[in-house]
């Protein structure tokens, strides 16, 4: 029998097992791709995460370096402030006792009316046969805190302590009228407020 050579045979069975080494290579490789795909996907989702966290974080303290620093402003601001409220508190509180002076002394004056009214008034009205009592009743009626109030007002039309200030800002009236707090009694505080509404509302 004639021997048949077998190289060429061995040769394609080298590249045959070759091929089937490099197949069974890639089938591994690529029974791991969806393993390897998940594990991507979890990776980019923890670097975005950190890349989240720490870019919050950075802003973060950021924004506390700038809300210190601001703070250590505060204190000479608040200084500044209280300086200018303690000066206006004064100038208010003297106002206030010049004007309480001023209601004072026109007091005095309209009981010197009161007297000089009721004197004239009574003998008239006694002429006509009125009881004496009314008669003090009817004076009265015409004197007191009502008409010392209108003599103030005679002598300073409109007054007002927030007068000639821009009180359309609220905060700056809201300033004036707590520091006004400060220095006049709840019936006095109760003018000015009447006051400013009408001054609001003028007609």
Known sequence: MVNVDTTSLEAQLRLAEEAENQVQKLESLASDAPRLRD???????HNERNLARDSATDKAKSEVKLAADKQRQVAHRLEAVSTLVQSLYSLFKEIN???????????????VDYEEDLEKTGKEEA???RDPQSIEF?????????????????LDPGFDF???????DPMRRDVGN???SHVLTTPQINMQNSSEQLDQNPE
């Open 138 to 154: 009817l004076v009265a009626a015409r004197h007191g805190t009502s008409k010392v109030a209108q003599l103030i007002e005679e």
């Open 178 to 180: 707590f520091i006004l």
């Open 97 to 111: 006792e010049h004007r309480q002076e001023a209601l004072k002394c026109l007091a005095i004056s309209d009981q």
């Open 39 to 45: 594990e991507l996907a979890k990776t980019k989702h």
């Open 127 to 129: 002429d006509m046969g």
């Open 162 to 168: 927030l007068r000639g200030c821009e009180v359309s």
